[in-house]
């Protein structure tokens, strides 16, 4: 009787153990007094419908990996305009031929054409027909070759030999007009041989141009060798686009080297001293250096108003007056020796 009784204790003490067991099971405290769901509570709710009014909606559109962006136009873009080059000028097939010139011919035809260059159809910087800045090379080169000795060209330039009359020959020289043009065939510069021809002198070109811009002078302290003393003048119109270049025979008297410019003098040394200036002759209005303008190594000049008392002004006032000489005066201690 005393073992079922002991018996029947521990049935019972077993049985409340076991109930305080499930009861501590149901909830467990977390750190901040919040309920944490076991995993028999959650067992529990995935048996739970969620009602219909709890659906949520988003407050915000989401894109996603499927949505589409309308592309922005391109952009449009213009092309700045490139300016084209001036092309070269052809010769038509339906132009008339120019006659070549007989020798004869063509030797006066260059007495004619130096005699009327200056008219008011072509004063300089045209020469014959032809203008700085303004002319295409083979718009001029079909004339000249009627009459012209030789032509040698290259992609920039051309010399042309030109038949000169017994009456204005340099002896030993030949006669030649040089072209510079540019890259499209333009001509930018002439330079024209001297010649001994009258209408070029410094009083009749400043009678035709006015004062220079600029005046430059060479001369010595001493006769050359072969008892010369040469004196180069050279009268500069920048705007016009103009220069001349002349070579006179000077002389020495005391202290002093006087060159005069008389027209149609008669040269002594016709060979050295040609009557008729080296022309120059280049766009308007574009500044050429004295260097440039003479384009001889190792040959300095000096501007008048340096080396003597007069002025371009008073140099033009000088020479365009008939009552006086059109000569030049400088000191000769001014002036290196030969």
């Known amino acids: 009787m005393f073992k079922n009784q ?5 049935a019972i003490l077993c049985g409340f153990c076991l109930f305080l067991l499930l009861v501590g099971c149901q909830l467990t405290v977390g750190q901040n007094n919040e ?35 309308t592309p922005f136009p391109a952009p449009t873009i213009s092309p700045t305009p490139q300016p084209s080059p001036t092309s070269l000028p052809m010769k038509t097939e339906t132009s008339t031929p120019w006659p070549t010139l007989s020798p004869d011919e063509a030797a006066n035809k260059v007495l004619s054409l130096l005699v009327e260059n200056q008219n008011p159809d072509c004063l300089l910087p045209c020469w014959w027909g032809a203008t700085p800045e303004q002319t295409a090379w083979l718009d001029i080169e079909p004339f000249l070759r009627t009459f012209a000795i030789k032509t040698r060209t290259t992609p920039l330039g051309a010399s042309v030999t030109l038949p000169s009359p017994e009456s204005i020959a340099v002896p030993g020289f030949d006669y030649n007009v040089v072209y510079v043009w540019n890259e499209f065939g333009v001509i930018q510069e002439i330079e024209v041989d001297p010649i001994n021809i009258a209408g070029y002198d410094p009083q009749t ?70 009557a008729g200036p080296r022309i120059y002759l280049w766009e308007p ?18 501007p008048l108003e340096e080396k003597t008392s007069l002025t371009p002004e008073t140099l033009y006032e000088k020479f365009t007056d008939p009552n006086q000489s059109p000569c030049i005066d400088t000191p000769a201690d001014l002036w290196i020796n030969p």
């Not at 002991?6 to 521990?10: C, P």
């Not at 050359?224 to 002349?246: A, D, H, M, W």
């Not at 050429?288 to 040959?299: F, L, M, Q, S, W």
């Open 6 to 10: 002991v018996t029947l204790e521990k």
């Open 35 to 69: 309920a944490v769901p076991t995993s028999e509570t959650i067992s529990n709710k995935q048996e739970m419908v969620l009602p219909t009014a709890m659906t949520l909606t988003p407050t915000r559109s989401i894109l996603t990996a499927t949505a589409t962006r």
């Open 205 to 274: 070109m400043m009678s035709f141009y006015g004062i220079p811009d600029e005046v430059w002078v060479k001369t010595f302290s001493e006769l050359l060798p072969g008892e010369v003393l040469p004196f180069r003048l050279i009268l500069v119109y920048q705007e016009q686009g103009i220069s001349f270049r002349y070579y006179v025979d000077a002389v020495r008297t005391g202290e002093t080297v006087t060159a005069c410019f008389e027209p149609g003098i008669e040269m002594d040394r016709p060979d050295l001293f040609p």
């Open 285 to 302: 209005g574009q500044h050429k250096t004295i260097d440039e303008i003479v384009n001889i190594p190792d040959e300095t000049y000096f």
